[in-house]
C-alpha cells in the first residue's frame, strides 16, 4: 500500500521568497514520485517526476525536488516565488516496480499563497 | 496536439437520479483513467483502463458507478442513482502503455458535478 503526507494544507510565502511545499511518502516498493500544479477550474499539470533516476530533479516554471530516501521525503523548491505560482499543488506516487503504469495515489494538496 | 477532453464541464443534478461523463483521451493513449477529486481532497483513482480492458477497479464503488471503453477510446463514467456525496470533480486522464513512452498521465478539466 501507498500514502502520501503533504504537511500544511495552506503555505504563504512573499513575492521573491523561497518556496517550500513538504511530501511525505509511505511506500512498501520503490516509487515513482510526482508534483502535479493545479490551477482553479483547470486540470492537473505535471510539475515533475521522480523515477529513479537521479535524486535531484528540475521542472518547469523553475520548480525542482530532491528525493531522499532516508528521509522518505520529496519536497518541492523554487527558489524565488512569482505571483503566477499561487495555485494547488499535489504530491503523488505510483509503484515503481510496475513501470508507472499504475493510477496514482495523491496526497491532500497544498494550496500556495504568494503575498505581493 | 489536442488534449484530454472531457464533457460536460459543469452539470448539477438531485440525487436519486442519474448521471454520465464523457472523457476522450489524447490520440494513442491506450490507457485511461478516471479519478474523483472531493473538494479539499487530492484526486482518488476510480478506475483504471487499458485499450478496452479493466485493470484495477478496486476503489470503485460499483453498487452505483460504472465505466466502459468499448473501442478503446472514449470513455464513460456513469453514476446511478447519485447520493450527496458523489459531489465532485471527475478527472480524466490518459497516458502511453509502459515501454511506448514515459507513461505520464495527461488530465482533462474535469466534469465538475453537484448532487442537490
Known amino acids: 500500500a501507498q500514502s502520501v503526507t503533504q504537511l500544511g494544507s495552506h503555505v504563504s510565502v512573499s513575492e521573491g521568497a523561497l518556496v517550500l511545499l513538504r511530501c511525505n511518502y509511505s511506500?512498501?516498493?520503490?516509487?515513482?514520485l510526482f508534483w502535479y500544479v493545479q490551477y482553479p477550474n483547470q486540470g492537473l499539470q505535471l510539475l515533475l517526476k521522480?523515477?529513479?533516476?537521479?535524486?535531484l530533479v528540475k521542472g518547469i516554471n523553475g520548480f525542482e525536488a530532491e528525493f531522499k530516501k532516508s528521509e522518505t521525503s520529496f519536497h518541492l523548491t523554487k527558489p524565488s516565488a512569482h505571483m503566477s505560482d499561487a495555485a494547488e499543488y499535489f504530491c503523488?506516487?505510483?509503484?515503481?516496480?510496475?513501470?508507472?503504469?499504475?493510477?496514482?495515489?495523491f496526497g491532500k494538496g497544498t494550496h500556495l499563497i504568494i503575498q505581493p | 496536439e489536442a488534449g484530454v477532453a472531457q464533457s460536460p464541464r459543469y452539470k448539477i443534478i438531485e440525487k436519486r437520479q442519474s448521471v454520465a461523463f464523457w472523457c476522450n483521451p489524447i490520440?494513442?493513449?491506450?490507457?485511461l483513467y478516471w479519478y474523483q477529486q472531493i473538494l479539499g481532497q487530492g484526486p482518488k483513482l476510480l478506475i483504471q483502463?487499458?485499450?478496452?480492458?479493466?485493470?484495477?477497479d478496486s476503489q470503485l464503488p460499483k453498487d452505483r458507478f460504472s465505466a466502459e471503453r468499448l473501442k478503446g477510446v472514449d470513455s464513460t463514467l456513469k453514476i446511478q442513482p447519485a447520493k450527496l456525496e458523489d459531489s465532485a470533480v471527475y478527472l480524466c486522464?490518459?497516458?502511453?502503455?509502459?515501454?511506448?513512452?514515459?507513461?505520464?498521465?495527461?488530465f482533462g478539466p474535469g466534469t465538475r458535478l453537484t448532487v442537490l
Open positions: 486522464a490518459s497516458s502511453f502503455l509502459p515501454g511506448q513512452g514515459n507513461n505520464e498521465q495527461f
Open positions: 511506500s512498501s516498493v520503490p516509487p515513482y
Open positions: 521522480y523515477t529513479s533516476a537521479a535524486t
Open positions: 503523488a506516487v505510483s509503484d515503481a516496480t510496475r513501470g508507472g503504469a499504475d493510477g496514482l495515489t
Open positions: 490520440s494513442g493513449h491506450a490507457t
Open positions: 483502463f487499458q485499450n478496452n480492458g479493466v485493470v484495477d
